[in-house]
């Protein structure tokens, strides 16, 4: 089952609100929001954009461990609980954030149940993702694992979009924010189990791929290929 990362779904007082209580600022790819292990001073309300969730593993390595995209409210467990980041949040593409400090997110919090229910709802959505991940990486295939992964980079207008039309088949051009690499960080695999799944998703007619381009042929199908594993 395809999770989509979770997002935000304030209401337009409380969305206003957050953006008069910080600054808005505009990063380009590869800047970092904030660092794995730093104090957390401050929630980042994506506006625009895509931006990586990253942990750095016991030998060094850095690890994409999710993506959120435009809606996301993030960092917001790091300043509840009064710990540092638990990750580094890093732009993939020209990304647009309100920064809204400890002290007036906090503040917000206590007079807004709009906010507070957004974050429950959040945090269960989170902790969803994370159950089926961790159940996805022991049971499913390397193909439908990377075919999952591609789904979550769809962006949520071209779902509605492609639903609309009623087209199951519906064509989608990705221009791809990471690498293989990271793809495979993501998916649990290794660059070589994730070049074997693309060719097997090429062969089945699901998707082409080109330099940093994968083009869904069948989102449907794709999407199938990404349920395959819970009938297993």
Request: avoid cysteine.
């Given at each position: 089952m395809n999770l989509r990362?979770?997002?935000?779904?304030?209401?337009?007082?409380?969305?206003?609100?957050?953006?008069?209580?910080?600054?808005?600022?505009?990063?380009s790819a590869g800047d970092v929001l904030f660092h794995e292990g730093a104090p957390s001073t401050s929630v980042f309300l994506i506006e625009s954009g895509l931006v990586k969730v990253a942990k750095v593993a016991p030998d060094g390595r850095s690890s994409l461990v999710s993506l959120r995209r435009a809606g996301a409210l993030v960092g917001e467990q790091a300043v509840l609980d009064g710990h540092p980041r638990s990750a580094s949040l890093i732009a993939l593409a020209e990304t647009t954030a309100v920064a809204i400090s400890a002290a007036a997110f906090?503040?917000?919090?206590?007079?807004?149940?709009?906010?507070?229910?957004?974050?429950?709802?959040?945090?269960?959505?989170?902790?969803?993702e994370s159950s089926h991940r961790i159940l996805e990486h022991a049971t499913a295939s390397a193909r439908s694992r990377v075919a999952s992964r591609i789904v979550d980079l769809v962006p949520d207008e071209e779902l509605r979009s492609v639903a609309s039309r009623g087209n199951t088949n519906g064509q989608v051009t990705l221009r791809l924010p990471i690498s293989q690499s990271e793809l495979g960080e993501w998916a649990g695999l290794s660059r070589e189990s994730v070049v074997k799944a693309l060719k097997e998703l090429r062969d089945a007619g699901l998707i082409e791929t080109a330099r940093k381009t994968i083009i869904i042929r069948d989102l449907a199908g794709l999407q199938a290929m990404d349920l395959d594993w819970l009938g297993d």
């Open positions: 990362p979770a997002t935000t779904d304030l209401s337009t007082n409380t969305r206003n609100a957050l953006r008069a209580s910080g600054f808005e600022q505009t990063y906090t503040e917000l919090l206590s007079t807004s149940p709009d906010l507070s229910l957004m974050l429950l709802r959040q945090f269960s959505a989170r902790l969803r």
